[in-house]
């Protein structure tokens, strides 16, 4: 597998290893070969720690590729990683990873793929020894490298995991040193897709364009068959049989810096440019896309359809990154238990203030009661109901507390002693268990140089990954002009959704809902009608908190981010919908007066 590999070749060194040349303080970018690189292409086989098992092996053997990637790691993945490593220092990898490779990396050798992926988790150094003591039980060659820097937790005690999100130098460090498989920490999801393309074209720190462009597809490919029609708005207007199993997606890349999103042909699922506008805008806030080696401007985004499942992504421009690297910090915030009241028949409302009132009375002792309590009723109850479940609504109650004793024990007596004692037909979905631990994210940002970025090299060589040289202090961008308003005409009430996809997803406490128009006339629409204001009455549950729109006329779209609606993160468990995953369907399902000639 360490043989040399056409497809995959550096014109230049990184910055990792060689200094940059500068001219009036800038780096400057170098000069483009005589004749242009071919084409790199990326695929990507995971979007999150328990994605599809046989994804590593379709993508190997569904068509031609010349770099795999895996993207194994989120916010919630870092506390449950945190938490192994607790029971097991040698433990804080996806160890999914490795069983995939168990089965795979023959194939990979085969092929000719490099294998790029942050399974590495907390641990990169010790999934890359797990790698090749895999390959040495296999009888195989295979130099693997891993990068590693991003551990913070040092230097904020009391954190389960700190990691500092790195930048793509240091896989190009690894990927140009020959390495097969490069197991990463922390990086940013795209930097699995920039560290490759450096490499393979010889892109300097300074080549702020064509990065930005690999940020894009990077972004594009993370979360896997999100963009292949996974969890798509419009989902409806295809064939049961396209979307039942979708495939993973693959970026061409080009020395330019614009790419081809597409899939290996015969597989599931539809690329277009609403599949790729939908996971452009999931878990984005502004215009500009930063991240610790360019910052992508999002508004400069140009898509259009290249073909049946081809997407041509091109026009992106970059700035250099801001002066700070985010860390994620994860850290235990407590115990947290609920139980689900079933409030069924007549007088919904008075049988939930009872059993609320009768839970107060139980928890009246200060030892006993939880240090957080919150209740949501969820009147999915009908009138005259043909079936006991459709004539019944959910009272839900969260508690929270430091001792787990208190959400435990004390919860669940509560609850139960109340079975013969309080509403008519009193039950709950399930008991209340022990109490579960749960995990607080917050998000801090540290100077380039408070990091040790460093690629390990398959030979064990230490190759120092040098910040960034230019930075740009992140600000938004001013507010692009608006399309002319529709002309007048008639209206009629109906779903948002009929004319506009939407996606929504987590950053931390916020939540972002990105809204598309796939038409230039529901877009003069659409970024008038949709303003705050309206986003807010359509959403009720968002008028406490401030609600930020941005708006991408390239991409036809609005983003609006709803700062701390999820409270203190995934982990935390706030909302119903923890993750906001759903916020933009029940957007789309809201009914507002909408021009008939859109319908």
């Not at 970059?318 to 609920?338: D, I, Q, S, Y």
């Not at 039950?427 to 022990?434: E, I």
């Not at 230019?470 to 779903?495: C, H, K």
């Amino acid at each position: 597998m360490a043989r040399h590999r056409p497809g995959l070749r550096g014109t230049t060194r990184p910055r990792a290893t060689a200094e940059a040349e500068v001219e009036g303080g800038r780096p400057v970018s170098p000069q483009p070969a005589p004749h242009p690189a071919a084409p790199l292409r990326i695929g990507n086989a995971s979007g999150f720690y328990g994605d599809r098992f046989d994804a590593l092996r379709e993508m190997l053997t569904g068509g031609q590729l010349d770099v795999l990637t895996g993207d194994y790691l989120a916010e919630l993945t870092m506390l449950i990683l945190g938490r192994d490593r607790l029971k097991d220092p040698s433990a804080g990898y996806a160890r999914t990873f490795l069983k995939q490779l168990e089965e795979c990396l023959g194939l990979a050798h085969e092929r000719g793929v490099r294998i790029v992926t942050n399974a590495g988790g907390l641990n990169p150094a010790g999934l890359a020894d797990a790698v090749g003591k895999l390959a040495d039980r296999l009888g195989m060659s295979v130099r693997v490298a891993h990068v590693e820097g991003d551990d913070l937790v040092a230097r904020y005690p009391g954190s389960l995991a700190a990691h500092a999100y790195l930048g793509g130098f240091g896989i190009a460090a690894c990927l140009e040193a020959g390495a097969d498989v490069v197991v990463t920490g922390r990086v940013t999801d795209a930097a699995l897709v920039t560290g490759p393309a450096v490499a393979h074209f010889g892109w300097g720190p300074g080549d702020y364009d064509r990065l930005a462009g690999a940020v894009v597809a990077g972004h594009v490919l993370e979360c896997g068959t999100q963009a292949t029609g996974g969890n798509y708005a419009f989902f409806t207007e295809h064939t049961a049989d396209k979307l039942r199993r979708p495939g993973f997606p693959l970026a061409e890349i080009h020395e330019d810096g614009s790419s081809v999103i597409t899939k290996h042909p015969g597989t599931g699922g539809v690329v277009d440019v609403g599949t790729v506008t939908a996971q452009l805008l999931y878990e984005t806030q502004g215009a500009r896309y930063a991240g610790p080696d360019v910052t992508a401007r999002l508004d400069t985004v140009r898509l259009s359809q290249d073909g049946p499942d081809r997407v041509r992504v091109e026009g992106v421009r970059g700035e250099a990154p801001p002066p700070t690297l985010k860390v994620g910090l994860n850290r235990l915030g407590g115990f947290r238990n609920e139980v689900a009241f079933v409030l069924t028949g007549l007088d919904i409302e008075c049988k939930a203030a009872l059993v609320r009132e009768q839970m107060d009375l139980a928890f009246s002792d200060a030892k006993s009661r939880p240090g957080e309590l919150r209740w949501d009723l969820a009147r999915t109850d009908h009138a005259d109901a043909s079936t006991e479940e459709t004539a019944s609504a959910l009272l839900r109650l969260v508690v929270r507390d430091a001792d787990q004793e208190v959400v435990g024990r004390a919860l669940s007596a509560a609850a139960v002693e109340l079975a013969l004692a309080s509403y008519p037909g009193f039950h709950v979905l399930t008991p209340p268990g022990k109490g579960a631990p749960y995990g607080v994210f917050d998000d801090v940002y540290v100077p380039h140089d408070a990091v040790d970025h460093v690629a390990v090299l398959h030979d064990g060589r230490r190759v120092a990954v040098a910040p960034a040289h230019d930075t740009l202090v992140l600000e938004d961008v001013p507010q692009p002009a608006l399309p002319g308003p529709p002309p007048d005409g008639p209206t009629a009430r109906a779903a948002l959704g009929l004319v506009a996809g939407a996606r929504s997803g987590d950053k931390g406490g916020n939540a972002n809902v990105g809204v598309w128009a796939r038409t230039d006339a529901a877009w003069r629409w659409l970024a008038h009608a949709l303003t705050v204001e309206r986003f807010r009455q359509l959403l009720p549950e968002t008028e406490e908190f401030t609600v930020v729109r941005h708006v991408l006329p390239n991409l036809r779209a609005l983003n609006f981010v709803v700062e701390g609606i999820l409270g203190e993160g995934v982990a935390a468990q706030h909302r119903f919908d923890p993750q906001a995953k759903a916020l933009g369907e029940w957007l789309r399902s809201r009914r507002l007066d909408i021009p008939e000639a859109l319908l």
